[in-house]
């Protein structure tokens, strides 16, 4: 069963802020929200994670609403490199399960020039 | 950064041939993984190891094996290839703990005739 909802694609601008929303509405105390991104025919990669306060790192940054039932991941000035497909996973931090990472559909991002 | 390489971007192999696919990491990580990425099945986790020596069977071990001889290097074998198993193999590695923070390498594209 899916535990997350992002729409199946979006258009940004190169340059301009890509907003991706992603809604966990059923997220329980202990799990946090991950984002992932997928370039055409190369290997997942790790972007950024949060429990409950607002993260940001050097790629994104994660913006998490104060219920936790939904989130956005922001990539303040868009690139053309930036055209993928971004995954919002939710999952513990830590588990010792062989359930893994299950990226679902993912929003597919094309950055336009 | 995380470096994890894979041993082949493209392989095609004849059914029931023994097949390696090999993953290097080289940043200590205690994890690592493989999954297979299908259209429509998203990743879907086969093996994974936390430590050397040690593996545990993911959702998918069936027609797999792994093996962990040194920490930064984690192998997987398909005994006798199929076509069903025609597929993205992708291997990841994370630090202590499963975490979802996982880095992948670039993939490997099996094809199996």
């Known amino acids: 069963d899916a535990k997350t909802t992002q729409p199946p694609s979006m258009d940004c601008a190169e340059g301009r802020a890509a907003n991706l929303p992603c809604n966990h509405s059923?997220?329980?105390?202990?799990?946090?929200v991950y984002w992932y991104r997928q370039i055409h025919s190369q290997g997942p990669q790790y972007i950024i994670h949060?429990?409950?306060n607002n993260e940001t790192n050097e790629m994104a940054s994660l913006i998490i609403t104060e219920d936790r039932k939904s989130s956005t991941l922001i990539l303040p000035h868009a690139t053309l490199r930036d055209t993928a497909v971004y995954y919002c996973i939710v999952r513990p931090h830590l588990t010792t399960g062989a359930n893994n990472l299950f990226f679902g559909t993912g929003t597919r991002l094309t950055v336009i020039p | 950064d995380v470096k994890v390489t894979q041993s082949s971007r493209y392989l095609v192999k004849r059914t029931g041939e023994k097949v390696f696919l090999e993953c290097v990491q080289d940043m200590d990580h205690e994890n690592m993984f493989w999954y297979r990425q299908d259209p429509g099945l998203g990743l879907r986790l086969i093996y994974f190891s936390y430590d050397v020596k040690m593996k545990e069977k993911g959702d998918i071990p069936e027609g797999y094996s792994v093996s962990r001889e040194k920490k930064e290097r984690f192998s997987l074998i398909l005994e006798s290839a199929s076509t069903n198993q025609t597929s993205m193999y992708l291997c990841a590695s994370s630090p202590g703990g499963l975490s979802g923070e996982q880095y992948f390498g670039p993939g490997t594209r099996l094809t199996v005739t």
């Open positions: 059923t997220i329980s105390g202990n799990e946090y």
């Open positions: 949060g429990l409950k």
